[in-house]
């Protein structure tokens, strides 16, 4: 029972789209995929994310992406559940030839609702996602699907 309880992990990916909302005035919506590894821990369950997103621009030169490490708490039994993370990202933005690349800290605040078959959940996700360098700050509206499997 103890190595149950230690190597008892759900596998799960999310797939997705982003509105940019704050900030971003020059992005059209992009696509957000995600790939993590979860753990129920009785009170909350705990994810580590990775996490990528792509945007172009109204500008066809333009273009933003993200890849970041999450660390994010939401509860997998519970209809209705809240969902907060954490984490950094490596932005990176290009005009035509010229590149600009930075990290900066990544948060997001949401709402999954959880369906249950058997050991299976789907979910779709909508969030509010904020991405900061702690001078300027900018957020995209969200929408996942997920799929998670529980060992």
Not at 48 to 65: I, R
Request: aromatic share 20%; proline share 3%.
């Amino acid at each position: 029972m103890l190595l149950y309880y230690l190597i008892a992990l759900s596998l799960g990916i999310e797939g997705g789209y982003s509105q940019p909302a704050v900030g971003f005035n020059n992005l059209d919506p992009g696509n957000v995929f995600v790939i993590f590894v979860g753990r129920d821990l009785g009170i909350t369950n705990i994810a580590f994310s990775l996490e990528t997103a792509f945007y172009h621009g109204k500008n066809l030169g333009y273009s933003f992406n993200t890849a970041g490490i999450r660390f994010g708490f939401y509860r997998s039994d519970w209809r209705f559940s809240p969902a907060v993370g954490f984490g950094t990202d490596y932005v990176s933005r290009a005009m035509n030839k010229n590149n600009e690349t930075s990290f900066a800290f990544n948060y997001h605040v949401g709402l999954l609702i959880n369906f249950h078959i058997n050991r299976l959940r789907i979910y779709p996700k909508f969030y509010y996602e904020g991405i900061t360098d702690f001078k300027k700050q900018a957020g995209f509206i969200g929408v996942n699907l997920g799929l998670d499997y529980e060992m």
